[in-house]
């Protein structure tokens, strides 16, 4: 974890926050910016929702808290580049900063539906029209980015529309005012979807038909062909390759940890905890599994009964793993979820900027020994 003083400097430096805390205790929140941290002046701060409306609006966070009705969602909040050092380590190098198991959090979040805010407005389109794609692109102008002058991001209209979705703009988490470094004071929350969509300090939202043409919609955030092994080679699958959106299914050991020494119980067994997440609308988790043998048998883990019918939450889960004593031991798990989606293989498919990785969850390097 970063230290209280360091993180005050790097809420008030020039650079990006990035810091993600330590898988094995899984704390629930984490920091990915792609810029400084704006701090913003709740009374000053309006959103405008334009493009495709009738009625284009000027809402400030108090109309958004007093004129809406207010939702609140339980949901996972996942950084697309999650779990890729284990894409970088037992794979082939990649392009990113070097996230491991815990690039994500589970919070309670409460705000104004973004299908209510847009349906004030008034859409001056057809949404049923099946020739016509449109699309929701949301932007903070707070602060300059890395890599673009404003962070702007884009998803499908129907994904801010469909009421089953609970997608909202956020004005609080776990009950408390959003914090700078998490977007205060509203940020996009789109359940199921990977974070990179979920713009903090929003200020804009643009109804259009076409995708978002920022930088970080058209030229990141999206799963390469492997044929794109390096910056030059990825330029002509940039505009041909879909961006991400559905979080894909996941699952992460916390406990142990890689490298630890652990000792047996009496019954000959390893406790084993960890993480899993369902994929996009297709939740909630169902079952985890673990396995000692590289694959060969699995066992199953008990999920936590507080997240067993929370659709877009997270699964906390438990398991009792029996492990021969000796060096270099490993164990995998493996999620389902509601929609069957299942992580099916020991690795996902390598791409060049490391994102949506979803291979088995590992921890390696264990040595067991009898208690």
């Known amino acids: 974890m970063t230290s ?23 704390v629930d929140h984490y920091d990915r910016n792609h810029g400084p941290i704006p701090h913003i ?53 990649v392009q990113g900063i070097d996230w491991g198991d815990a690039a994500i959090m589970n919070c309670k979040w409460k705000g104004p539906r973004l299908r209510d805010v847009i349906l004030h407005a008034g859409l001056r389109v057809d949404v049923t029209d099946p020739t016509r794609e449109f699309h929701v ?48 004071p509203v940020r996009v929350v789109l359940p199921g979807i990977v974070g990179v969509r979920w713009v903090k300090w929003l200020d804009h939202i643009i109804i259009q038909d076409h995708e978002s043409r920022n930088i970080y919609q058209q030229r990141d955030y999206k799963v390469l062909p492997p044929a794109a092994v390096d910056t030059e080679s990825a330029k002509k699958y940039w505009e041909e390759t879909p961006p991400m959106y559905d979080i894909p299914i996941n699952s992460a050991i916390a406990v142990p940890a890689d490298g630890e020494t652990v000792t047996l119980s009496s019954t000959g067994t390893v406790q084993v905890k960890g993480y899993a997440i369902p994929q996009g609308v297709s939740g909630p988790v169902t079952r985890v599994q673990v396995s000692g043998d590289g694959g060969d048998s699995w066992v199953d883990a008990q999920l936590n009964d507080s997240e067993k019918s929370m659709k877009w939450s997270w699964a906390l889960w438990t398991a009792n793993l029996k492990l021969p004593p000796g060096v270099q031991r490993e164990i995998l798990s493996c999620a389902t979820d509601a929609g069957l989606n299942s992580q099916e293989c020991e690795h996902s498919q390598w791409n060049l900027r490391g994102v949506g990785y979803s291979g088995y969850g590992r921890v390696r390097d264990l040595t067991v020994v009898e208690g």
């Not at 209280?4 to 899984?26: C, F, G, I, M, Y």
């Open 41 to 93: 002046n709740n009374e000053g701060h309006f959103i405008r929702v334009g493009g495709l409306v009738k009625n284009p609006l000027l809402l400030s966070v108090n109309q958004l808290r007093s004129e809406f009705t207010q939702h609140e969602v339980t949901c996972a909040l996942e950084c697309a580049g999650n779990r890729r050092h284990t894409m970088r380590t037992l794979i082939k190098e």
């Open 137 to 184: 692109a949301f932007a903070s102008y707070q602060a300059k980015c890395q890599e673009e002058e404003w962070f702007e991001a884009s998803v499908p209209l129907g994904m801010c529309l469909e009421i089953e979705r609970d997608a909202i703009l956020a004005l609080e988490v776990n009950d408390t005012t959003l914090e700078s470094n998490h977007g205060y």
């Open 4 to 26: 209280p003083e360091s993180t005050k400097k790097a809420e008030s430096s020039d650079q990006p926050l990035n810091r993600e805390p330590s898988a094995k205790v899984l």
